[in-house]
Each structure stands twice: as C-alpha cells, then as structure tokens.
Antibody
Framework: EVQLLESGGGLVQPGGSLRLSCAAS????????INWVRQAPGKGLEWVSS????????WYANSVKGRFTISYDNSQNTLYLQMNSLRAEDTALYYC??????????WGQGILVTVSS | QTVVTQEPTFSVSPGGTVTLTCGLK?????????PSWFQQTPGQAPRTLIY???IRSSGVPARFSGSILGNQAALTIAGAQADDESDYYC??????????FGGGTKLTVL
C-alpha cells in the first residue's frame, strides 16, 4: 500500500530546531516531487516546501525561506524537513504530500509542531 | 496578504448543486495554474478531489467537477449530500515550484 508517515514533531522553544521525517512505503520517494504542507490550528492549508524528483531542486515559501531545509535520504526512503529558528507562527500540523503529475495524490496523516516557551 | 481568494462560507440544500470559486487577487486563473481542489473534514488529512483544473482524483464521484469559469477556478458539487459538509481548499501553481492555497470555504449542507 502506498503511504506516507510523518514523525519528529513535538514541543520546541522559540528559536529552537526540529527535524521532521516523512517515511514512504509502497513507492520510491525520490521518483516524485514531495511537498510539505502545514496547517496552523483552526486555520487553512499553507504550502511550505517541495523537493523535486532530481533530489536537488528545492523550493520554499517565503515564510520559511532561509530557516527550513528539505532533503532526502534515499537509503531510508525518507524525506526530511529541518526547521531552524522556529517561531510561534510555525506552530502547525505538518503534512507531507506526494505530487504525481500535478496531483497531490498521497498525503500523510500529519505531525504536530508546537513552538512555545 | 491573501493572494488566492475563496468564499469563507457557503451553504447548499441536500440534493442541490453548489459552485465554489477560487480566484487570484491580481490576475486571472488559467490552466497553467493547475488548479486543484481538496476536501477536509475535522481531524483528517486533506483529500484531493480535482487536479489540473478538471481531472477527478481516483475514487472521487462524478458529481464533483472542476472548471475555469471566467477568470476563476470553480468546483461544482451536484446532488449535495450530508457528508459533503466539509472545508474545501483550492491551490494554484504559481511557477518556480511555488504553490499557493486559498483560505478555504466551509460548506454547510442544510
């Protein structure tokens, strides 16, 4: 079965760091564009970042550029989102989602990140 | 600054037809924006309904359809059912790998 499973969330202080993981099963992550999308509590969806299937081309929303880094570990079939200099406004449920031919066709269940002192 | 605009709320009667729209604060929506539509119920991950303007995702009933109406993307739900009561989000591809979501529409079926 094709699945994505996020992990690594939790409570972190403002200015701190956290690394989210998105493990794929049933397919090879590096063959697809994979996105991170987040949703603040009670708010709408916000696209955060993408990693292209060449494993090197990355894109970021302005709100996270310079603070977040997206990357692959092919040996683990896992996508990461390294989040540094975290702010209260980064508090959200973070989803990873596969992009197949412009279709966000597979979503993880989401992982909660809370930035608070 | 909200670049992608959606109606915050909408209501439809059971069995009725509703069209939700998604526009750009500046400019017109085109197929090059690859509009997608998602349905989200509380506590669940989004579910893709429509991508690339009008292609239904696997398993999505035919009563959900997508189009471009004038200068906006549109999601039409025909024969609305109680379990269509959800939040609906659109997203546009803005170029250079960037996607932008609309603020979402809360659809009530009553």
């Amino acid at each position: 079965e094709v699945q994505l499973l996020e992990s690594g969330g939790g409570l972190v202080q403002p200015g701190g760091s956290l690394r989210l993981s998105c493990a794929a099963s049933g397919f090879t992550l590096s063959n697809y564009v994979i996105n991170w999308v987040r949703q603040a509590p009670g708010k709408g969806l916000e696209w955060v970042s993408s990693l292209r299937d060449d494993a090197t081309t990355t894109w970021y929303a302005n709100s996270v550029k310079g603070r977040f880094t997206i990357s692959y570990d092919n040996s683990q079939n896992t996508l990461y989102l390294q989040m540094n200099s975290l702010r209260a406004e980064d508090t959200a449920l973070y989803y990873c989602a596969r992009d197949y031919d412009w279709n966000f066709d597979v979503w993880g269940q989401g992982i909660l990140v809370t930035v608070s002192s | 600054q909200t670049v992608v605009t959606q109606e915050p709320t909408f209501s439809v009667s059971p069995g009725g037809t509703v069209t939700l729209t998604c526009g750009l604060k500046s400019g017109s929506v085109s197929a090059n924006h690859h509009p997608s539509w998602f349905q989200q119920t509380p506590g669940q991950a989004p579910r893709t309904l429509i991508y690339s303007t009008n292609i239904r995702s696997s398993g999505v009933p035919a009563r959900f359809s997508g189009s471009i109406l004038g200068n906006q993307a549109a999601l039409t739900i025909a024969g609305a059912q109680a379990d269509d009561e959800s939040d609906y989000y659109c997203v546009f591809f803005m170029g250079s790998g960037v996607w932008m979501f609309g603020g979402g529409t809360k659809l009530t079926v009553l």
